[in-house]
Structures are given as structure tokens and as C-alpha cells.
């Protein structure tokens, strides 16, 4: 690797590619996440599939993270990731640049309060519970979480920490092994 | 307009209409969306996706507000339908009246993106396609030893990283042989110039937004 702290060609390079890996296979989590509000609907918790499947979202920025090691790849890494997929014609249009950007920060500070040193499980987990309570936060005022009732609240926070954990925490992190054990990137510790 | 100062516009209205609830602001804002989506000749085919696209989460977003959620309230259910679809307008705008290249270009010669993030998200936009073929090479690869890879299989992603990593590699080492060097000052074969009209509209429209916000429900 090159300098610790500047993004170099190579790296923004990569960190887009990264983006498009993950727009391409979101393709298929856009589909998941109609079936999942159109099952879940008549029985008050469509909005819980935007929970399940939020975990799948933030996987670009975890990864970039852990890949790269400098102090913005979570970030450039998952907001790259949401601008691509806006021109890729993804369902969201506009509030993807802004989801982009939450989620982009929310996996950023999770690196930030290891000091960009750790990259281990407690990394996995610092990064899901930021990006759980910011995205929720986020969805508190753009999408009416304000409104629902505070056992609903709890449940969906619940599972999007879960989903968070599981798919751009575990996933990522075993991802993020086969890549070590495959010398592209340096060990956790 | 500017393609810089329209994505800061962009990103302005939708940060503002996801903290308010004012559904004439909304429907305001689809109006001029479709105008200018018409203007801009939109397909009636992605026009009529467009329209599809948000309904599921919508409808689930007003289902939920209306019948399980404490206020029952049609108002909010109604302003967080029309907010979906002004999100995925807005969004169209953007994609319908500018390119990708026209986008980059005017970051960094308006915006002062430093070059270097602006070739190279270009350059790996470029490789859309054959991202997209990779990821079906590896599954198909994957299927003729009997595995299936799906998007939660670790090796799915790590394959295509991989292939990221060595493409990235050698589309920098392409770039930098062809003398493209980090920060240096560059020539522009294409300039993008901000006019005063550019930032009169984006005030303009800004304005616009606030006066709805302030006088509509």
C-alpha cells in the first residue's frame, strides 16, 4: 500500500469498483426488499423490510473500510457506492445520495473510535451499532419512524441491528478474512 | 443548469422535504419534476417505471401510518407518499438531464473535486458492464461445481473484489503511463463555465421551496 492518508488513484479506483460490485448485487436485494413490504404489509410492519434489509446496504462501506484501512475509505467507499447505484436507475432516486451519505458517515465513525488501528470483531461490532443508531435516526424523519407506535420503534431497531450485524458486520468480516488469507490486504491486528 | 449546482440544489430540497411535512411542497415539487423530465424527453417507458418504481414502499409506508400507527393519520400518510416520490423525481432529473462524464467534468472544474477521485470514479464507471458480467461469470463458474453463490456468499464477493483489486491496479498503472499525475493542474478540452442565470435559478428555486413551505400546509 501506498501513503497511510491520502486516497490515491488506485485506491478511488478500487473503492468505486467496490461501489458497482455491490450495486450489481443490489440489484437483487431491490427485489427482496418489494417481496418482503408486500408479505409483511397486511400485518402493520411493511416498513420492517427497509430494517431486514439495511444490513445489505451498508455491506460497500464496511468492506471499503476493512480493505483499505485509511481514515475515509468507509465513507468514499459506501457514498461512492450510493451515487453509482442512482445512475445504475436504482428504486430510489435522490435519497440515495442522502442515504449514501448517512450510511457513508454512520460506518465511518464505527472505524473512527477504533483509531483506525483495530480491525477486528470489536471493529464489527462498533461499525453496526453506528450505522444502527444513525441510519434509524435518519429514518426517524424520512420515513415517519416518528409516528409509529414505541413497541414497533423497538422492534425495528432491533431487527436492523441484527440485519446490520449479520450482513455488513459477520458477512463483511468473513469476507474481509478470505481476503487476508489471500495477502491482498494485512491482518487485524 | 450548472450540473454541479443542480446536484447541490437537488440535495438541498431533498435534506429540507425529509425534516418538513407540508404536502403542497411535495406535490409542488413532483409538478416541476415531470415538467422537466417531459422537457428533458423522458422515455413514456422510464417515465411509466419512474411511476412504479417507489408504489410498494410507498403504499407500505401509508398502510402502516394510516391503520398501525397511533395517529391513524391520512395527512402523514399522504406527505410521506408524496416525499417517496419526490426523492425518486428529483433523483430522475439528475440522471435524465445529465451524463455521468458531464457530471464528473463539472466537479472538478466547478466544484474543485481533486482529479484524482474524478478519473477514477469515471474510469471504474466505465467498467459497469463488465462488473456486471464478472459477477455473472463467477456465479456461473460457481454453478458448474455445483455452488450456488448468492448474495450472501462470502466467496461471491470476494472473487469479484479480487477482480477489482488487480483492475484497479492496472487501469491506474494505464492512466498514470499515459501521464496522468495526482494534483497537477490540468488543461480542459471540455469547459464547464457557472453562469450568473445558474445561481439566480438555484436561488430562485430555493426561495421558491421556502415560500411553499411557509404559506401551504
Known amino acids: 500500500m501506498q501513503s497511510k492518508q491520502h486516497f490515491h488513484l488506485r485506491d478511488i479506483i478500487l473503492l468505486a469498483l467496490i461501489g458497482i460490485i455491490f450495486a450489481v448485487i443490489y440489484f437483487g436485494a431491490d427485489f427482496i426488499y418489494n417481496a418482503l413490504t408486500v408479505a409483511l404489509s397486511p400485518i ?50 435522490a435519497a440515495n445520495f442522502i442515504s449514501g451519505f448517512v450510511q457513508g458517515v454512520a460506518t465511518e465513525l464505527g472505524f473512527t473510535v477504533t483509531g483506525y488501528k483495530i480491525y477486528n470483531w470489536l471493529t464489527v461490532v462498533t461499525t453496526s451499532l453506528f450505522a444502527a443508531v444513525i441510519t434509524f435516526g435518519w429514518d426517524w424523519f424520512k420515513n415517519g419512524y416518528s409516528h409509529f407506535a414505541p413497541a414497533m420503534q423497538i422492534s425495528l431497531f432491533i431487527i436492523r441491528f441484527i440485519s446490520i450485524f449479520i450482513f455488513s458486520g459477520v458477512l463483511v468480516k468473513i469476507i474481509a478474512n478470505l481476503l487476508e488469507r489471500a495477502h491482498v490486504v494485512r491482518k487485524g491486528y | 443548469m450548472n450540473p454541479s449546482i443542480k446536484l447541490l440544489l437537488i440535495i438541498i430540497i431533498s435534506l429540507e422535504i425529509s425534516f418538513t411535512n407540508h404536502l403542497t411542497a411535495n406535490a409542488f415539487i413532483i409538478l416541476i419534476s415531470v415538467i422537466f423530465l417531459f422537457v428533458h424527453h423522458i422515455s413514456k417507458q422510464s417515465f411509466f417505471k419512474l411511476m412504479l418504481v417507489p408504489l410498494i414502499p410507498a403504499l407500505a409506508l401509508a398502510i402502516t401510518i394510516r391503520w398501525f400507527s397511533p395517529s391513524h393519520s391520512w395527512w402523514f400518510a399522504t406527505i410521506l407518499v408524496s416525499r417517496l416520490y419526490a426523492y425518486c423525481f428529483l433523483g430522475a432529473l439528475i440522471t435524465v438531464s445529465t451524463t455521468p462524464l458531464e457530471l464528473a467534468r463539472s466537479l472538478e472544474q466547478n466544484a474543485h473535486l481533486p482529479s484524482q477521485y474524478v478519473y477514477g470514479t469515471l474510469a471504474a464507471v466505465n467498467m459497469v458492464p463488465r462488473t456486471i458480467q464478472e459477477v455473472k461469470i463467477i456465479r456461473v463458474a460457481g454453478q458448474m461445481r455445483g455452488v450456488q453463490l448468492s448474495f450472501w456468499s462470502p466467496r461471491l464477493y470476494f472473487k469479484a473484489v479480487l477482480a477489482a483489486i488487480s483492475w484497479s491496479d492496472h487501469l491506474a498503472q494505464a492512466m498514470e503511463s499515459q501521464g496522468f499525475v495526482e494534483g497537477q493542474a490540468r488543461t480542459y478540452a471540455h469547459p464547464i463555465k457557472v453562469s450568473f442565470r445558474d445561481w439566480g435559478l438555484f436561488f430562485a428555486w430555493i426561495i421558491l421551496l421556502q415560500l411553499c413551505l411557509t404559506f401551504f400546509p
Open chain 1, 44 to 93: 402493520g410492519y411493511g416498513p420492517a423490510a427497509n430494517d431486514i434489509t439495511m444490513g445489505i446496504w451498508c455491506m460497500a462501506g464496511t468492506l471499503s473500510g476493512f480493505l483499505l484501512r485509511k481514515p475515509g475509505a468507509g465513507f468514499l467507499g459506501e457514498f461512492l457506492a450510493a451515487a453509482i447505484e442512482t445512475f445504475m436507475n436504482g428504486q430510489w432516486g
